[in-house]
C-alpha cells in the first residue's frame, strides 16, 4: 500500500495535530511486538489497549476467523439466528462467577457499559420500581464513552465538552489518592491493606443522599484502568457488595479490562471473590482481533424481564453487529487459546516477577507512585509545574521511540503486557520505561517546561 494522506481519519483519543507533524505508525504485530513503517521493533506493553493477552497473530485465532468469513460472513441475530453466538454464550456463561448465566453481545465496551444501564432500568420497571433511574459511579472510572458510560464515569477530561451527563448519576470517590489521610502510601505492592471503608459513604452519604429507591444500579471497575491502575484496597469491593446486598441495589462489575485473564482468573470477581449482578466484558474476550464485547447477567436479571407478549421482544435493544459471526469466531478461538496455554496460570506465575519490576522503577528520576495488580501497573511521575500530563506525554513518545508502546493517563505510564510475555520480556519493557522516564527528566533538568 503507498503511504495514505493522513489528513482525512480524524483519530480517537489522538491529539491530531501533533501525531500528524510527527506520525508514529505501525504496519504489523507479531507476538509480543509491533513493527513500525521505518522496520523498527516496538514492544506492546499494553496489549494493544488492553485486548491482545495471547499475542499478536496468534494462528488459531486467525485460522477461525478466516474459517468463519468463508463459511457465513454476516447473519444478524435480530429474529434470526447463527450457532456462533450461541456457542459463545453458553461457554461464557460457564466461566462466569455461579449465577451469572446470561448473555448479552455487543461490539464494545461501551456498548456493554450503555446496554447494563438499559438493563438495570428495565429490572427495575420491570418489578413495578420505575422510580430507580439513579446510577453510582465512581471518580476517575471510566466506563467507555457513550452517554451512558461518561455519566457513571469520573475522568473529568471525557466528560467536560459534552455537557457532562445525560443520565442521572453521582459518584463514589476514587479508591485511590498518594496522600491517604494525609499519610504517603505512594508506593503500594497488589491491593493496599487499608482503606476498605472508602465504600461505607456509598451507604453513609450517597444512599443516605438519594435514598436507596431512587437508585437503581452502583457500577466499578474491580481497579481503576484507564485513569491509571487504581487499585481497591483489601475488603473494599467485599463492603460495597454487602451495601448494595443490603439495600437492594444492583452491583455491576465493568471488567473490560480485567475480564479473561488479566488478573490471573476469568474474571476479576473471582480473582477477588466478589460476585455482582452483571460483568461487562470486552477486549480480550477476543485478543482484540475484533470487536466483541458483552454483558453477563444473573439468572434473576434475565428471568424478570422475560415476560410480556411472547410475539414481541423481551427488551429493546441490540446491535446490528450484536454476536457478528467474525467476532463470535475469534472470541470462540481466544477461549480455546486461554485453556490450550494455561494463560490464566501464567498470568499469575509472572504477576510476582512483574510486580519486582516495576517496583525497581521507584527509583527512576519524577517517579512518586507506582501500583499494581496482576498484570497491571501505573507508574506516575510527578507533573510538571502548571502543565499536567504533559510529563506523562513527553514519557510515551519516547518509550514509543525506545522501543515500548506505552499508555500515559496524565502523567500515569501504564503497563498492561501480553499474557505471553516472559520475565525477560517484561524486563526488557521495564528497561524502555525507565530510559523514557530517564529522558524526561533530562529534559526537564535542560529546558525549562
Ligand atoms: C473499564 C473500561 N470500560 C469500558 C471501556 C470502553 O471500551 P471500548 O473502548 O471498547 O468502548 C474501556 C476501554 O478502555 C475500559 O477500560
Redesign the pocket.
Known sequence: MTSPGLDAFWMPFTPNRQFKATPRMVVSAQGLSYRTADGREVLDGTSG??CVGAGHGHPKIAEAMKRQIDTLDFASNFQVGHPGAFALAERIAALAPPGLDRVFLVN????A?DTAMKIALAHARARGEGQRTLFIGRERA????GFG?ISVGGMQNNRRAFGSTLMRADHLQATWDNRWNGTPRAFVRGQPPTGAELADELETRLIALHDAGNIAAVIV?PFA??TGVLVPPVGYLQRLREICTRHGLLLIF?E??TGFGRMGAMFAAQALGVVPDMI?F??TVSNGAAPL?GVIVSREIHDTLMHGPAHLSELMHGYTCSGHPLACAAGLAMLDVIEDEALLARVRDLAPHFERAVHSLADAPGVVSIRNIGLAAGVELAPAPGAPGRRGASAQAAAFDHGLLTRAPGDTLVLAPPFISTPADIDRMVDCLRRAIEHVAAEAAGAPE
Do not use: M, P, R
Request: glycine residues 22%; contains cysteine.
Open positions: 489497549l488492553w464494545s465496551g461501551s456498548e457499559c471510566f466506563h467507555g464513552v458510560g471497575e484502568g484507564s465493568d473490560v479490562i461487562l470486552a477486549k464485547g
